[in-house]
């Protein structure tokens, strides 16, 4: 069996620090690869070895697997670890490391293939009996043929882009008239986006919840799942709050869809980490949106309640080794939730909102989880994707670990720039919420601007206040512009409390 002595992580931010500290326990040497934008990143400063990608933009750096490659010879790496986003389900990519005699941590390149173009996984769960949302299983060629369907099927539609990911090239038709011209804007968007202009048809499910479960199968055809994660609260279609396990799914179901996601790993003779995504509907039908052939952004979550490491995991598996444990020795032990703090303003869109880490100051305790990977000080980049930190509790039931997480929400101090934490706190106090009573529209039915200020209690009033001061002697030293963003700072928090 293949031992791992070396391993490069193909990433950057918080899932580069995280997949490298689990490395370090395992006594495996690591490799950062970072871009200028990145240099002082915790990630780099971390590592054993670092080198210098290129430039800031991701074509230019995160996105050059041939020069990862070289690096990997170079420096005597024997496994590359790809994140998420970025290479990690691109199949050539996966393929040419293997041909460089390296270990791609991760499935082989040809599930990343089938998995990756949505209408070819339908395809190749077919006979697997998985549940699917009605709609065509290949690409849409012709117009009317295909409206002859979307009436069939019954409005509204969603049309999708076949490589579509990232919650990007969707389009929702209401109504018949529409049709042709979503289609056309879809196609256009498929192409420039992903390359591949294919899109297919799906029944719009109305209410639906966005349940995922987590899947390890090792290289001897052993696979197990590892329950659900409820990713429901999502804006722009992308999740911002996940928790496990789902407030509604009971032990029967948690069984039927642990079993659907296994078929599909079956299906692609799925070897690795995996998550199998499944959208439900308000009668608690589930069924099969798409497989993700990598580590998940939320997959704390699932490590909190199994008290399984899954990059562990993943190292072992690419090294070769039969899984640990069976399906049998897997229970669920309390609940977690993690909010992603993105640096984003909920008052403005969710539009991100880069800039500088003035304050940051980490919440700590008993069962609080934060991967992150900035300090105080840095700047959010606005080459990448503004996610500056994901935060994890975990309880004895829902309720403890919610209560954990709005206490935790509290003692995170970031100041300098808008994020989303403010909204996460507002959700998990929400009824809806609560009562787990939500489907993937709550930011569209409970969220507006204005319930952010009546969040604010005098006492947080009073503590941002002091802390704004406190910067503002600070950044006395520093640059004019971040001196004028400070001081806007203060003088609104010393504003709110008149
Ligand atoms: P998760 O389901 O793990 O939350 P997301 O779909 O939010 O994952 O994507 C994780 C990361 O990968 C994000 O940074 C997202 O922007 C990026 N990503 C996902 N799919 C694609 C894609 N097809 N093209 C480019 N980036 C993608
Ligand atoms: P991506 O590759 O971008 O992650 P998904 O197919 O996983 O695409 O869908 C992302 C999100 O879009 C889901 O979590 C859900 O909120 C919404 N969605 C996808 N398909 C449907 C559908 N048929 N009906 C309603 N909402 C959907
Ligand atoms: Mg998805």
Redesign the pocket.
């Given at each position: 069996m293949p031992e791992i002595k070396k391993l490069l992580v193909a990433n950057r931010g918080e899932i580069s620090l995280r997949i490298m500290r689990t490395a370090r326990e395992m006594g495996i040497k690591t490799v950062a690869v970072y871009s200028e934008a990145d240099r002082l990143s915790p990630n780099v400063i971390f590592a054993d070895e670092a080198v210098c990608l290129g430039p800031p933009a991701s074509s230019q750096s995160y996105l050059l697997g041939d020069k990862i490659i070289e690096e990997c010879k170079k420096l005597e790496v024997d496994a590359i670890h790809p994140g998420?986003?970025?290479l990690?389900?691109n199949a050539d990519f996966a393929r040419k490391v293997r041909e460089a005699g390296l270990i791609f941590v991760g499935p082989s390149p040809e599930s990343i293939a089938v998995m990756?173009s949505k209408l070819a996984a339908k395809q190749a769960v077919g006979k697997y009996d998985i549940p699917l949302v009605p709609g065509t299983d290949e690409a849409i060629t012709d117009i009317d043929a295909a409206k002859v369907k979307a009436a069939e099927i019954g409005y509204p539609i969603l049309i999708k882009a076949s490589?579509?990911?990232?919650?990007?090239g969707m389009r929702i038709v209401e109504n018949e008239g529409e049709f042709e011209e979503q289609m056309q804007r879809a196609v256009s968007e498929a192409q420039s986006?992903?390359g591949d202009g294919a899109v297919f048809i799906e029944k719009f499910i109305t209410s639906p919840r966005h349940i995922?479960i987590q899947v390890l199968g090792d290289q001897h055809g052993n696979t197990v799942y590892l329950f659900e994660r409820e990713?429901s609260i999502q804006r722009r279609h992308?999740?911002v709050i996940?928790e496990a396990p789902s407030a509604v799914v009971t032990p029967e179901m948690r069984k039927a869809m642990g079993e659907a996601a296994v078929g599909v790993a079956m299906a692609c003779n799925y070897y690795g980490a995996g998550?199998v995504?499944f959208i439900v509907d308000d009668k608690l039908n589930f069924y099969f949106l798409e497989m993700?052939t990598?580590?998940?952004?939320?997959?704390p979550v699932t490590e909190m309640i199994t008290g399984k490491d899954l990059v562990r995991e993943q190292i072992w598996i690419a090294e070769e080794k039969p899984l640990s444990f069976q399906q049998e020795d897997l229970k669920i032990n309390g609940h977690a939730v993690e909010v992603r703090v993105y640096a984003e303003d909920p008052k403005n869109n969710f539009l991100p909102d880069i800039g500088k880490l003035i304050t940051y100051r980490r919440p700590q305790g008993p069962g609080v989880r934060v991967d992150d990977g900035f300090e105080e000080g840095m700047d959010i980049p606005i080459y990448?994707?503004p996610?500056i930190a994901k935060l994890v509790t975990h309880g004895e039931n829902r309720k403890a670990a919610i209560d954990k997480m709005i206490r935790a929400i509290d003692d995170y101090k970031i100041i300098g720039i808008q994020t989303t934490l403010a909204f996460c706190k507002f959700a998990l106090r929400h009824e809806a919420f609560v009562s787990g009573n939500f489907d993937t529209k709550f930011v569209e039915h409970y969220f507006t601007p204005a319930v952010l200020e009546e969040q604010f209690s005098d006492e947080e009033s009073e503590l941002l206040a002091a802390l704004a001061v406190e910067f503002l002697s600070k950044a006395s030293l520093k640059s004019t512009t971040e001196r004028k963003k400070t001081e806007a700072i203060s003088t609104s928090w010393r504003n709110r409390l008149k």
């Amino acid at each position: 069996m293949p031992e791992i002595k070396k391993l490069l992580v193909a990433n950057r931010g918080e899932i580069s620090l995280r997949i490298m500290r689990t490395a370090r326990e395992m006594g495996i040497k690591t490799v950062a690869v970072y871009s200028e934008a990145d240099r002082l990143s915790p990630n780099v400063i971390f590592a054993d070895e670092a080198v210098c990608l290129g430039p800031p933009a991701s074509s230019q750096s995160y996105l050059l697997g041939d020069k990862i490659i070289e690096e990997c010879k170079k420096l005597e790496v024997d496994a590359i670890h790809p994140g998420y986003g970025f290479l990690s389900e691109n199949a050539d990519f996966a393929r040419k490391v293997r041909e460089a005699g390296l270990i791609f941590v991760g499935p082989s390149p040809e599930s990343i293939a089938v998995m990756g173009s949505k209408l070819a996984a339908k395809q190749a769960v077919g006979k697997y009996d998985i549940p699917l949302v009605p709609g065509t299983d290949e690409a849409i060629t012709d117009i009317d043929a295909a409206k002859v369907k979307a009436a069939e099927i019954g409005y509204p539609i969603l049309i999708k882009a076949s490589a579509g990911g990232g919650g990007k090239g969707m389009r929702i038709v209401e109504n018949e008239g529409e049709f042709e011209e979503q289609m056309q804007r879809a196609v256009s968007e498929a192409q420039s986006a992903f390359g591949d202009g294919a899109v297919f048809i799906e029944k719009f499910i109305t209410s639906p919840r966005h349940i995922e479960i987590q899947v390890l199968g090792d290289q001897h055809g052993n696979t197990v799942y590892l329950f659900e994660r409820e990713c429901s609260i999502q804006r722009r279609h992308q999740k911002v709050i996940e928790e496990a396990p789902s407030a509604v799914v009971t032990p029967e179901m948690r069984k039927a869809m642990g079993e659907a996601a296994v078929g599909v790993a079956m299906a692609c003779n799925y070897y690795g980490a995996g998550t199998v995504e499944f959208i439900v509907d308000d009668k608690l039908n589930f069924y099969f949106l798409e497989m993700n052939t990598r580590l998940q952004v939320e997959h704390p979550v699932t490590e909190m309640i199994t008290g399984k490491d899954l990059v562990r995991e993943q190292i072992w598996i690419a090294e070769e080794k039969p899984l640990s444990f069976q399906q049998e020795d897997l229970k669920i032990n309390g609940h977690a939730v993690e909010v992603r703090v993105y640096a984003e303003d909920p008052k403005n869109n969710f539009l991100p909102d880069i800039g500088k880490l003035i304050t940051y100051r980490r919440p700590q305790g008993p069962g609080v989880r934060v991967d992150d990977g900035f300090e105080e000080g840095m700047d959010i980049p606005i080459y990448y994707d503004p996610m500056i930190a994901k935060l994890v509790t975990h309880g004895e039931n829902r309720k403890a670990a919610i209560d954990k997480m709005i206490r935790a929400i509290d003692d995170y101090k970031i100041i300098g720039i808008q994020t989303t934490l403010a909204f996460c706190k507002f959700a998990l106090r929400h009824e809806a919420f609560v009562s787990g009573n939500f489907d993937t529209k709550f930011v569209e039915h409970y969220f507006t601007p204005a319930v952010l200020e009546e969040q604010f209690s005098d006492e947080e009033s009073e503590l941002l206040a002091a802390l704004a001061v406190e910067f503002l002697s600070k950044a006395s030293l520093k640059s004019t512009t971040e001196r004028k963003k400070t001081e806007a700072i203060s003088t609104s928090w010393r504003n709110r409390l008149k």
